[in-house]
Structure formats: structure tokens, C-alpha cells
């Protein structure tokens, strides 16, 4: 059982490059998101999903698009990468009462 | 305002000793659960431990349990015995709303580490 997969986990852009981040959760969740962790800061959320073909914005969605064709895969796309944009970044699945279910990270820098 | 404050940037504990880490937080919503992460040096978040709202009693998962004061608005994490491998960042987080929202605000985390 895999869990929540994130890919990649490393990656290093340059200002104004595009970019997906992929997550895929085989527990058949109907929640997932993403988060973001700044250095010396807990998680804030980017984007969330309640269910395929259903997105919303979190706390800090700017520079981000999201999309779930599917109910396994929640990708975040940054369509203009900027150093801002630097961070940790966390994809999270849940159901029902349940508690989130997070993937392992992918660290991104943007140069 | 923040949601969720954790006041303790670092602790030292020795092994084996008790350790309670500190969350208060705010919210008017009268339907909301409170969690507990850990995130060892290796980065991956880890559930530890649930509170609801409206759950009578504090919650326990092994070694862990909450210290849940409604009223104070509090929901210290303790953790018994401690061990090596306790040593981790803590974040607390709260879900605001029904059961099945899961919107989470973190606090800004604890550095927890356990001396041998």
C-alpha cells in the first residue's frame, strides 16, 4: 500500500518556468490537498479538493492551478515559477472523519 | 490572529522524562478537532493524535495523549517515557468546521529533542 506518492521529490527551476508537481493516493480518498512549509513555519494550504472534478482555493493559492480529472491524482502546476514560490511542498489525502494522510514532500527551489 | 500557537520554539527533555508540548488556539466555531504531527529530521508528516470538539474525554495513542482544556482552549500533546527517537519537530493543527472539512491551520511547530 502506497499511500500518497509524491513526484518529484527534488527539483530545481529557474524564475519563469513551468512546472507540475504530481501526487496519487491509492486509498481511494475523496479529500486531498496541498500545503506548503516555509523554513521555521508549519504547513499552510495552497489548493484542496473534495472529490474529482471539485477544487478550491486554501490559504495561499496565488501562482498555483490545480485540477482532479480523477480521484487518485490532485497535481499542482506553477505556471511562473518565482523565488517565492521556493519552499517544501506537501500533498495530503483523507476521508471521511479520518486524519490527513501526507506524501513525503517534494523540495523545490526556484532560482 | 493566529489560529494555532505553539509558544515553545525548542525544548531539551532527557530520555525517559515526560515532556508536554503547548498549542492554544482560536476559533468561534463550535465544531472543530484538533491534531497532532510529528516531522522528524527526514521530513515526512506523521499523525500521532486526535481530539474532536465534542469528545468527552482527552485522547490517548500509546505513548501520547492530549491534554484537552475546552475552556482554555488548549490542547497540550504529552508524551510519557520519552525516547531517542521522539526527537522532532511538532506541529499542531486545527480543522474548523464539520468532521469531513479538512482545511487545516498549523501552528508554527515545536523542536523537540531528546537528550541521552
Known amino acids: 500500500n502506497a499511500g500518497v506518492t509524491q513526484t518529484p521529490k527534488f527539483q530545481v527551476l529557474k524564475t519563469g518556468q513551468s512546472m507540475t508537481l504530481q501526487c496519487a493516493q491509492d486509498m481511494n480518498h475523496e479529500y486531498m490537498s496541498w500545503y506548503r512549509q516555509d523554513p521555521g513555519m508549519g504547513l499552510r494550504l495552497i489548493h484542496y479538493?473534495?472529490?474529482?472534478?471539485?477544487?478550491d482555493q486554501g490559504e495561499v493559492p496565488n501562482g498555483y492551478n490545480v485540477s482532479r480529472s480523477t480521484t487518485e491524482d490532485f497535481p499542482l502546476r506553477l505556471l511562473s515559477a518565482a523565488p517565492s514560490q521556493t519552499s517544501v511542498y506537501f500533498c495530503?489525502?483523507?476521508?471521511?472523519?479520518?486524519?490527513?494522510?501526507f506524501g513525503d514532500g517534494t523540495r523545490l527551489s526556484i532560482l | 490572529a493566529q489560529k494555532i500557537t505553539q509558544t515553545q520554539p525548542g525544548m531539551f527533555v532527557q530520555e525517559k522524562e515526560a515532556v508536554t508540548l503547548d498549542c492554544t488556539y482560536d476559533t468561534s466555531d463550535p465544531s472543530y478537532g484538533l491534531f497532532w504531527y510529528k516531522q522528524p529530521s527526514s521530513g515526512e508528516m506523521i499523525f500521532l493524535i486526535y481530539?474532536?470538539?465534542?469528545?468527552?474525554q482527552n485522547a490517548t495513542e500509546g505513548r501520547y495523549s492530549l491534554n484537552f482544556q475546552k475552556a482554555r482552549k488548549s490542547a497540550n500533546l504529552v508524551i510519557s517515557a520519552s525516547q531517542l527517537g521522539d526527537s522532532a519537530m511538532y506541529f499542531c493543527a486545527m480543522r474548523e468546521g464539520f468532521q469531513g472539512a479538512q482545511k487545516l491551520v498549523f501552528g508554527q511547530g515545536t523542536r523537540l529533542t531528546i537528550n541521552p
Open positions: 495530503a489525502s483523507k476521508t471521511g472523519k479520518g486524519p490527513q494522510h
Open positions: 479538493s473534495v472529490g474529482a472534478g471539485i477544487t
Open positions: 481530539q474532536g470538539s465534542y469528545d468527552q
